[in-house]
């Protein structure tokens, strides 16, 4: 177990290791520069600028003194705001974020896995048919379009929430439910696929005729096994809650990491591009992990490193 931790860290470090190199060529690969838009600029200010954030350096120089940064926790300054460092901006639009992120995963636990599991349980009854319309509504309709009708309807029409921010608590409900719609109906749909399957397996039928609870079987033997692949794409899912979605942060006027994505690609901004990338990244390697880690709380069948063997 100890070895197979130290093994999925050190690729964990190697994978983000190649993000950062992957991220910073590609960024410096397109034409152009984080000045270049600026045309009222004179060539004299201009290549004070470069040689100020050392641009105006071989492109090797800048690589290894940009690793030397991420080394230390630092991505550097904006290029475009000045005074301010990409750390800053992480920081600034990460509360908002996370904040919503973390209510949009908690309502696609409580509400996506309950209704998969209702939904299974009475298959091909009404139920499942309201489960199952719903779901197939919510996987096909796009999160902008919902954002969109909803700040409309609840918004707009009836003013019962804000139209922007999250200054008010009743701010974080069309956020939330628009972020979070998606990943309700996909999971709930997994859940449903997955535990049906799990109820015709033999050992459902051989609890069943050991005269077990009809609780205890769903419980202990079904829901436990079905939810296997329901946790693997929770890590995903986390990581894409947490970091947060640019279209909805922009729709609803959200001061997020995703409005500083937005902005920082239309400006060019390459630090702010490559810190927020390689902070993605790194959370949604940790989920990932986790999920790892989850597979053998679940399973204890699982066995990983020289306990497969």
Sequence with gaps: MT?????RLGLMLVTLFAIITLTFFLMHAVPGGPFVSDKMMAPEIQAALDAKFHLDQPIWVQYLSYLQGIATLDFGPSFKYPGMSVNEMIAQGLPVTAQVGVLAFLCV?????PFGVVAALNRNCWPDTLVMVVA???VAVPSYVVATMALYLFALRLGWVPTFGVDDWRGYFLPVFALSGFWISFVARLARS????????????TAKAKGLM???????????????????????VAANLLTGSFVIEQIFALPGIGRHFVLSITNRDYTAIMGITIFYAAILMVMIFIVDMLY????????YGAQAR
Excluded: C, W
């Design 296 to 303: 053998l709380v679940l399973d204890p069948r699982i066995k």
């Design 3 to 7: 070895g197979y931790v130290l093994q």
């Design 136 to 138: 197939t509504i919510g």
């Design 214 to 236: 009809p609780g205890q079987i769903l419980f202990k033997h079904g829901l436990r096994n079905s939810l296997i692949p329901v946790v693997t794409v929770l890590g995903p």
């Design 194 to 205: 997955s535990l049906l399957e799990t109820l015709q397996q033999d050992y459902m039928t």
């Design 109 to 113: 636990i409580a509400l996506g896995v």
